[in-house]
């Protein structure tokens, strides 16, 4: 894009870039907060079905679909309040930081191919690492509101958010270890074509690992049956008790974007990202299978694809949270150390071992591998560093290039 | 049309001088710099770990500006994630008063101020004193990347074709990987066991039927209890 912008209108390169980044800054706020949007009218629907009632019906016609709105348009105009007490910078400060880590980790995370705010070698662990920070944002909000129910919220959050990293951990790597790279980019990339190369469909490890996976992610993003740190029924509303009007949302929206991080990452890493489970665009000659020269229809239809998927994650976490009770804090602890942490370690141990031995697999001898995985990488070496003045795609390669924009 | 377009934006056009690498340098490098300077100054621990937050997260700036990618990321996730969870995990379970307000003593300062000077002066002589980097401008470095650590670590070598060692390929560090890992998993196997509730052994259901002294009522609650609350982690 920031080419197009230089070669046909003519704008100086930086202007293109600065634009660039504001585009895509842009779009990925919007992915956020007008997700949260939907996001929150679906949740009050679902529920509402679930539970044999209607939902919202009358804001904004039959379905009630302007409710989030009129909510959003209401915690505005609310007073924001703060308890006496309380520590001002830590409490005010608290919605800022849980957002700006949910907004971070969204840098990383690629909607179709070279669609990515900024293309990472390292991006399931950069992911996975600004994740992890989200729980701060609580634990301040828990500790500034200086009360009981919000700082016993704030606890049980950091301990389950701090457990749960551990078989998280061990599920993505599942995947990095099928794909040979972290690059969230070349992860789905690896999974083009029918269905049958999703990695959840890989073995019989990997389609036990997603499960994991997703539940260590529900934990994660604190949803029922996990949501301990605003259990209502005990704590009043947990960590965010003393806050109201748009503070208060600021932690909705982080955690609706936390739940479409999460679900999204699932679909990158098992699911086939933004490849469908029919390879669309290649049947149609839209594109001869490589990515790389795919137009940017097929693009569009990818990001449509992994947004799709994503979406039914989050769907499926809503069905989740109204059917199945909240668990107690042992539970929690129990499911995550005894259950998960132990299914997570067999079933990598299990997929190494089917890498090893089956052939199909990516390994049939391991010295042959280890050639082959060199000659690959010295080859991708050679294209992936042109001189910093050759944009690249949609978005550069590299964080030099994002900021190397007067070069 | 493009003619349009940049006389709207020609108000811009003094931005187009920025040297914006050297622009997020100097942006982060003051966040971790004032953060870090406020940690020293805070009387509050939890603000001392939000700083802290600040500064560590700043110098992961820094990393991936640089292009090192992998080491950021790393540096969010193994301090600015692991550790300070930790610390304000540990600060407030710990008497919570004493520490809401840090005095430090003066002659400690003074000492921390010794101490502090003299590191810096270490660190500044030698980073100064490295020729590189005294050079005028920028050296067009290739984006590093963390591939061939990764590879070096199980086995295969894909940095030794500059060093000329083509006929015969450099070993990996796939041992001292496998010995380092084995040291880690005794320390946290180590870790929890001394971490461990260490509960009496309570008579089983069966073996309760089977005695003929009933069990003290006051034990059997209190091992209940413990059961229950695992965030207090059963000291008793």
Not at chain 2, 27 to 33: S, T
Not at chain 2, 106 to 117: E, H, P
Request: net charge neutral; proline share 5%; charged share 15%.
């Amino acid at each position: 894009m920031a080419e197009f912008l230089i070669e046909t209108i003519g704008l100086p390169s930086w202007l293109a870039w600065t634009a660039v980044a504001a585009v895509a800054a842009f779009l990925i706020l919007n992915v956020i907060a007008g997700g949260a949007l939907v996001f929150i009218w679906a949740e009050r629907k679902i529920a509402a079905r679930i539970q044999d009632r209607l939902g919202p019906t009358r804001t904004g016609g039959r379905f009630g679909w302007l409710q989030s709105l009129a909510d959003g348009i209401k915690l505005l105009a609310k007073e924001d309040l703060m308890p006496d007490g309380a520590d001002g910078m830590l409490f005010r400060l608290a919605p800022y930081v849980s957002f700006c880590a949910s907004f971070c980790a969204f840098i990383a995370l690629p909607f179709a191919f070279d669609v990515v705010g900024l293309r990472l070698n390292v991006g399931v662990f950069f992911v996975v690492a600004v994740l992890g920070l989200e729980v701060f944002g609580v634990i301040l909000a828990g500790y500034a509101s200086a009360s009981k129910w919000s700082l016993f919220g704030a606890m049980r959050e950091a301990a389950q958010v701090v457990s749960y990293e551990v078989p998280l951990g061990m599920c993505v790597v599942v995947p990095v270890m099928l794909a040979g790279s972290m690059d969230l980019v070349t992860i789905a990339e690896k999974q083009a074509g029918w269905l049958t190369n999703w990695y959840i469909f890989h073995d019989p490890f990997t389609f036990v690992i997603f499960w994991v996976y997703y539940t260590c992610a529900v934990a994660s993003v604190n949803r029922a049956p996990f949501d301990l740190a605003e259990a209502e029924s005990e704590l009043v509303a947990g960590f965010h008790t003393e806050y109201s009007g748009l503070r208060w949302s600021f932690f909705f929206m982080a955690e609706y974007g936390s739940m479409f991080l999460v679900s999204a990452l699932a679909a990158v890493l098992f699911l086939g990202g933004w490849n469908g489970p029919v390879p669309i665009a290649s049947l149609l000659g839209w594109s001869d299978g490589s990515s790389l020269s795919a137009p940017y229809a097929v693009r569009l239809l990818g990001c449509a694809n992994l947004m799709g998927k994503a979406t039914a994650g989050v769907l499926v976490m809503m069905w989740i949270r109204w059917t199945l009770p909240r668990l107690r804090i042992d539970q929690v602890m129990t499911t995550c150390l005894k259950y998960c942490t132990p299914i997570a370690a067999l079933m990598f141990a299990g997929v190494m071992l089917w890498q090893l031995f089956l052939p199909g697999g990516l390994v049939p001898g391991s010295r042959h591998q280890a050639a082959a995985v060199r000659e690959a990488w010295l080859e991708g070496r050679g294209d992936r560093v042109p001189s910093t003045n050759v944009p690249l795609g949609v978005v550069p390669a590299t964080s030099r290039q994002v900021v190397g924009v007067s070069q | 049309m493009t003619e349009c377009l940049l006389a709207a934006t020609t108000w811009l056009l003094p931005f187009a001088a920025i040297d914006w690498h050297g622009l997020f340098f100097l942006l982060f490098a003051a966040i971790a710099c004032g953060a870090a300077i406020m940690v020293v100054l805070t009387d509050n621990v939890v603000r001392m770990a939000l700083h802290l937050v600040l500064s560590l997260g700043a110098t992961a700036g820094l990393f991936f500006l640089a292009g090192s990618e992998f080491v950021g990321a790393m540096q969010l996730m193994i301090y600015v994630g692991g550790t300070l969870v930790l610390l304000v995990f540990g600060v407030m379970l710990t008497a919570q008063t004493q520490l809401v307000s840090l005095r430090t003593p003066a002659a400690d300062r003074v000492l921390a101020g010794i101490l502090a000077a003299a590191l810096f002066a270490v660190l500044v002589q030698s980073a100064v004193s490295v020729e590189a980097w005294r050079r005028p401008g920028r050296a067009e470095v290739s984006a590093p990347t963390a591939t061939p650590l990764g590879m070096a670590l199980v086995g295969v070598r894909v940095d030794g074709d500059a060093a000329g060692h083509e006929s015969r390929p450099l070993s990996g560090y796939l041992l001292p990987f496998e010995i380092v890992s084995v040291h880690l998993l005794v320390v946290l196997i180590g870790a929890a066991y001394l971490a461990r509730a260490k509960r009496r052994r309570t008579p089983r259901a069966v073996e309760l039927v089977a005695s003929v002294d009933p069990p003290p009522p006051v034990q059997a609650r209190s091992e209940a209890g413990e059961s229950a609350s695992v965030l207090v982690g059963g000291g008793r």
